[in-house]
């Protein structure tokens, strides 16, 4: 079991990571953040009418699926949105150097860490 701080310096060990947080998909407030290089506030809040959007259109289509995850890429980064299957409601944010990451090896790592986050 680890704690959100804990799942989030786990996280901040990838290669080309340069911040991630946990947001409250209904507030989009942060429940807890590490790194820099962005206004992750701003960034969470923004982020949060995405995933509202895509459970919406889900809704409107009748797919009876959940979302993994929801990547946007970007010119010089990727930003990951992972909604956690053990709190509704609640979504992992993550934003990479596109020249320095390894998208496959953050999104399973996001998977694992997610497994024994607790609240």
Do not use: W
């Not at 947001?23 to 809040?45: F, H, P, W, Y």
């Not at 459970?55 to 009876?64: E, F, I, P, S, V």
């Not at 993994?68 to 909604?83: A, F, M, N, S, V």
Request: net charge neutral; aromatic share 4%.
């Amino acid at each position: 079991m680890a704690t959100i701080k804990q799942s989030l310096d786990e996280l901040m060990k990838l290669d080309g990571i340069l911040c991630i947080a946990i947001v409250d998909s209904g507030s989009g407030m942060l429940l807890g953040s590490a790194g820099g290089g962005i206004n992750i506030e701003v960034a969470a809040a923004a982020n949060t009418e995405v995933v509202r959007a895509k459970l919406k259109a889900m809704r409107a289509l009748g797919l009876n699926d959940k979302i993994e995850d929801i990547l946007i890429t970007l010119g010089k980064q990727y930003h990951i949105l992972r909604p956690l299957s053990a709190k509704e409601g609640v979504f992992l944010y993550g934003v990479f150097d596109r020249q320095h990451a390894n998208l496959a090896l953050a999104r399973l790592k996001a998977q694992e860490v997610e497994k024994d986050l607790t609240f």
